[in-house]
């Protein structure tokens, strides 16, 4: 079965900073790995998925993840955090034909002045 | 505004109750997915229906149901609610496939006192 881990639930980064959020994933075929974002009292936005081809993929935002099959990752990362960042992401994956996603229990990303 | 609605965006009732919340999804998407959002369990798959037929099942219990109508809206049943029952309901919409992105509605939010 597979499973999604999000290490950290709170991250906290300063304006500007690096911003770094882990996803690992246990799977036994190929997955399709997607990264969502939920800003407060809203449904889910799609960032960026990987689906097959080039490894690093980018999103909306100027956010982007790199596919490590070796280490079953997909960290999200942005150069620099701007306030608007703050909202909580999810990490998801899809595998074995089916469309149904298993989500991460997320990680509230926080930015500071 | 992902073209995904979702209607009532809040519902407050009474345990032992019956609610139902409604989904319509985004233009020429054929399948809908339920999914539940609650502080204790995360994000986690109910339901899929495709094209008005149930494709796939997750953690769903045996109080709820759903089904999809040949217009493609999609009903969400909750029954003899339990006050762990309160959560956020969303519905998401895609064509179906894997790696399709899954679009999400705003939610319902669900008060069970």
């Known amino acids: 079965a597979q499973s999604v881990t999000q290490l950290g639930s709170h991250v906290s980064v300063s304006e500007g900073a690096l911003v770094l959020l882990r996803c690992n994933y246990s799977?036994?075929?190929?997955?399709?790995l997607f990264w969502y974002v939920q800003y407060p009292n809203q449904g889910l936005q799609l960032l960026l998925k990987?689906?097959?081809?080039?490894?690093l993929v980018k999103g909306i935002n100027g956010f982007e993840a790199e596919f490590k099959k070796s280490e079953t990752s997909f960290h999200l990362t942005k150069p620099s955090a701007h306030m608007s960042d703050a909202a909580e992401y999810f990490c998801?994956?899809?595998?074995?034909?089916?469309?149904?996603?298993?989500f991460g229990k997320g990680t509230m990303l926080l930015v500071s002045p | 505004d992902s073209g995904v609605t979702q209607t009532p965006k809040h519902l407050i009732t009474a345990t032992g109750q019956r609610v139902t919340l409604r989904c319509s999804p985004r233009?020429?998407?054929?399948?809908v997915y339920w999914y539940q959002q609650s502080l204790d369990q995360g994000l986690q798959f109910l339901i899929q229906y495709y094209n008005g037929e149930e494709r796939a099942k997750g953690n769903i219990l045996e109080r709820f149901s759903a089904q999809q109508f040949p217009d493609l809206h999609s009903e969400l049943n909750l029954s003899s609610l339990e006050l762990g029952d309160s959560a956020l309901y969303f519905c998401?919409?895609?064509?179906?496939?894997?790696?399709?992105?899954?679009?999400f509605g705003p939610g319902t939010r669900l008060l069970v006192l």
């Open positions: 233009s020429g998407d054929l399948s």
């Open positions: 998801a994956v899809s595998e074995g034909g089916y469309s149904t996603l298993t």
């Open positions: 990987y689906t097959t081809g080039a490894t």
């Open positions: 998401a919409s895609s064509g179906g496939t894997p790696w399709e992105t899954q679009y």
């Open positions: 799977s036994s075929v190929p997955p399709y």
